[in-house]
């Protein structure tokens, strides 16, 4: 049912990632810079997600000791320092999300300022190098990829090209992809955001996120990963994030899962290649050398 099925550690049936956005108010003002700082509605439904959501999602990971990953746009880094060191002091992994959740095709030729100075971010707030990224709109482009490679970044996760994570080869080295899908990320269920462009009609808790849970229930029956994409201050409000909590219980208390950070997942990868036990499905880019319609029809 997957091809190249991934062996998960001590038998697990199931990889489980799940993964967090965390924009905060980056978006009103990558959005509306001319006068975002005066949009207070936006502002304060983006800061939920550090001050309100956040703690609670990392009081149910300590309960539960669970290690996952959050994406973060550097911008907010700068911002919310405080939730950043609480999400590392728990063992919790902080990937690369642009600077100010910079669209990379509408920034495409002078991506290398966003990206380098995120960088910069990462090492004087986080002290560390990220080794993951995630595109903000899951925009990524070849200009990206060479970024993540000439900085030795490990893996992207942005793409859609298969069920489970596997390999991106170009001329200037790989990358692993973990790939993400709408089917699974929380943006279509609970975005209602005018301001950005996007008026979703907002699903009851149950209904909206019963989707992900068919989404879990193939893949463990397939022996393949589960991700979820999701945003504080969407799906770490109080009745959704209630019903992840019971899933999370609920899974490990029922299934053979492993739950894990993407740089985890990464090192599983590496370990099995090196014993010659798998080997990862391989995709070369670009994709294409340039644009398919050359000539516009008359």
Not at 90 to 102: A, F, K, N, Q, S
Not at 120 to 145: F, S
Not at 178 to 183: C, E
């Amino acid at each position: 049912m997957i091809r190249n099925p991934i062996p998960w550690p001590n038998g697990a049936k199931c990889a489980v990632a799940i993964t967090f956005d965390m924009d905060a108010d980056s978006l009103i003002h990558i959005a509306k810079p001319e006068d975002s700082h005066d949009r207070l509605y936006p502002i304060s439904m983006g800061r939920y997600g550090p001050m309100v959501a956040l703690p609670r999602i990392l009081d149910t990971y300590r309960r539960f000791e669970l290690k996952q990953s959050f994406f973060i746009p550097g911008w907010c880094l700068e911002t919310y320092p405080d939730v950043a060191e609480a999400i590392l002091k728990d063992g919790h992994e902080i990937g690369h999300h642009g600077y100010l959740h910079e669209d990379p095709i509408k920034t495409r030729g002078q991506q290398r300022t966003w990206f380098e100075r995120t960088l910069d971010v990462h090492q004087r707030i986080c002290g560390q190098h990220p080794t993951g990224y995630r595109a903000p709109v899951y925009n990524i482009t070849q200009e990206v990829v060479d970024l993540m490679i000439e900085h030795g970044m490990r893996y992207d996760s942005s793409m859609m090209g298969d069920d489970i994570p596997y390999q991106l080869q170009t001329k200037q080295g790989a990358l692993y992809e973990m790939p993400v899908h709408w089917g699974t990320d929380d943006w279509p269920l609970f975005a209602h955001y005018d301001e950005i462009g996007y008026m979703m009609p907002v699903a009851g808790p149950s209904h909206g996120l019963s989707g992900f849970w068919e989404e879990f229930e193939a893949q463990y029956d397939a022996g393949g990963f589960f991700m979820l994409i999701i945003h504080p201050f969407l799906t770490g409000r109080l009745a959704r994030w209630k019903q992840v909590e019971a899933w999370i219980a609920k899974t490990r208390e029922t299934k053979d899962v492993w739950f894990a950070t993407l740089d985890e997942i990464a090192d599983h990868m590496d370990n099995l290649q090196k014993q010659g036990l798998w080997r990862p499905f391989v995709d070369r880019l670009p994709y294409y050398d340039g644009p398919i319609l050359k000539d516009t029809p008359k």
